[in-house]
């Protein structure tokens, strides 16, 4: 029998987790410059590029994009290598991934504070830009299924099948969602118009959270929490019904961030019983990932990475519990237009995308560097003030939402 010799690629997997820490630091100040401006709202007057307007895509952008884009590049070629015992298909391809997503991060960074924006939400950089974003995200692909091809495990982990569907979609929607028509270097039109422009936005901008924020967030799940807690997945059986399910389901559910809209109310209503629906494949991912950690408990206490994971499942669970509820017609005639809805993102994002994303670092970076950690008190603090931290930011919200929504109601249509 022949003998192979072959390495993991691990700088690919270093440098895209320096990319994350950097990137989580620069767009979560800016979030907070943005609280900040909710109390001194002439904060930076006369500063165009400092604006609230201009800042808040740059927060968004930052953090989903730059952040949490940079842990999916970590963790997936990371674990794409081990699952399929082979190095990534090329190098090159993996260094221009990198180097590409890098450059687009800081083009979008420079433009967005100069107000260069097509207007659509998640997806504001302008045309040149999303042509880059397109090249580089079908890099990736192809880096990813070159791997699936060349693999010297047969058997393909749930994982796996997670990261490939989020290449794809991504890629669809991407794609569908940016045609638009140049009319200068950096300003084009969307090549749809009205309701029909409201409804291919918002199947991309709800589906960016199903597939940017979620399904790679899966797979990553899949892979790191029997890794931390050294046990196997809770049901394998789970997994797979949870993918396809998952997948299939999501994909419908966008229209439920435009209701009582002029979209046609067949198409609302077909949005909000595809998001109620959506409840059983979220919850049955939520539960497998949980009962993963069944006899590992007594780790859950002492181990920060394990810690972290916990909080970011039960983020998830509320998330996806909460989702469903504001999508029926009547709750979300409260919540819609209220902070509620900003509190409803930061669980999703501060707690599932976020913790995760900690919990994988906390586990990866003593490996990746042959260090033990530097201090577990540090992190364990690291852990406190984050739950903490999301705890008062979401709570008060909540409260926000409802008494925003009542005093709204209060207005006669006369304005009295
Ligand atoms: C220190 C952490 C963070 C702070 C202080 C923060 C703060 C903010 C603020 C002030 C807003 C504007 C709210 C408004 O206009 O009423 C916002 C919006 C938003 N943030 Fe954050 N954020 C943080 C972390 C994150 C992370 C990690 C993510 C994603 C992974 C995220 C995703 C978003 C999104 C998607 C919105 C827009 C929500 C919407 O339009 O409904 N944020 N954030
Ligand atoms: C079953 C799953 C989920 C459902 C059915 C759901 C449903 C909804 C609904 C109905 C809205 C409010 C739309 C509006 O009135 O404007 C919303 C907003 C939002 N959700 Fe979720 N959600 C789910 C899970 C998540 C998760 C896990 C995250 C983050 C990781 C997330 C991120 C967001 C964001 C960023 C927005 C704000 C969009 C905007 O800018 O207007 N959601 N979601």
Do not use: C
């Not at 987790?17 to 900040?36: E, K, N, R």
């Amino acid at each position: 029998m022949e003998v192979q010799q072959f390495y993991y690629d691990n700088k690919i997997v270093k440098n895209f987790l320096y990319a994350t820490m950097f990137w989580g630091i620069v767009g979560m100040s800016v979030g907070l410059l943005l609280a900040f401006m909710f109390m001194f709202p002439n904060l930076t007057d006369g500063i165009s590029w400092l604006s609230f307007g201009r800042l808040r895509p740059l927060h968004t952008n930052a953090v989903i994009f730059a952040f949490i884009g940079n842990a999916i590049y970590a963790g997936v070629y990371y674990s794409t290598q081990r699952l399929l015992k082979a190095r990534m298909y090329s190098d090159f391809l993996s260094k221009f991934n990198f180097w590409g997503w890098q450059a687009i991060i800081v083009a979008a960074a420079i433009t967005l504070p100069l107000g260069y924006t097509s207007s659509k939400e998640y997806a504001e950089l302008e045309w040149p830009i999303d042509l880059a974003i397109a090249v580089v995200w079908v890099a990736f692909g192809i880096n990813l299924i070159g791997t699936m091809i060349k693999r010297r495990q047969r058997h393909l982990y749930v994982a796996i099948w997670f990261y490939l569907a989020t290449f794809v979609t991504v890629a669809v929607l991407h794609i569908f969602n940016s045609l638009e028509l140049p009319v200068s270097a950096l300003k084009s039109y969307s090549v749809y118009a009205g309701v029909q422009d409201a409804l291919v936005q918002w199947w991309y901008g709800h589906n960016a959270v199903a597939f940017f924020l979620t399904t790679p967030f899966l797979g990553l799940m899949y892979y790191f929490v029997p890794k931390a807690a050294n046990r196997p997945i809770y049901s394998y059986r789970l997994s797979i019904v949870h993918f396809w399910s998952l997948i299939f389901i999501y994909i419908w559910a966008g229209p439920h961030h435009l209701l009582y809209t002029a979209l046609p109310d067949w198409a609302q209503n077909l949005g909000v019983a595809f998001s109620i629906m959506l409840l059983a494949p979220s919850w049955g991912g939520m539960i497998n990932g949980l009962l993963t950690l069944r006899g590992a408990w007594d780790k859950v206490r002492t181990d920060p990475v394990l810690k972290f994971m916990v909080v970011a499942i039960t983020g998830y669970g509320m998330a996806t519990f909460e989702g469903p509820l504001l999508s029926l017609k009547n709750v979300n005639a409260i919540a819609h237009f209220s902070d509620w809805i900003i509190a409803h993102v930061h669980v999703g994002a501060l707690a599932w995308n976020g913790f995760l994303t900690f919990g994988m670092i906390y586990w990866l970076v003593p490996k990746m560097t042959k260090n033990r950690l530097f201090s577990t008190s540090l992190a364990n603090f690291h852990f406190w003030i984050g739950t903490l931290g999301i705890i008062l930011y979401t709570l008060p919200m909540y409260v926000a939402g409802f008494t925003q929504a009542l005093m709204w109601k209060d207005f006669n249509p006369d304005g009295t």
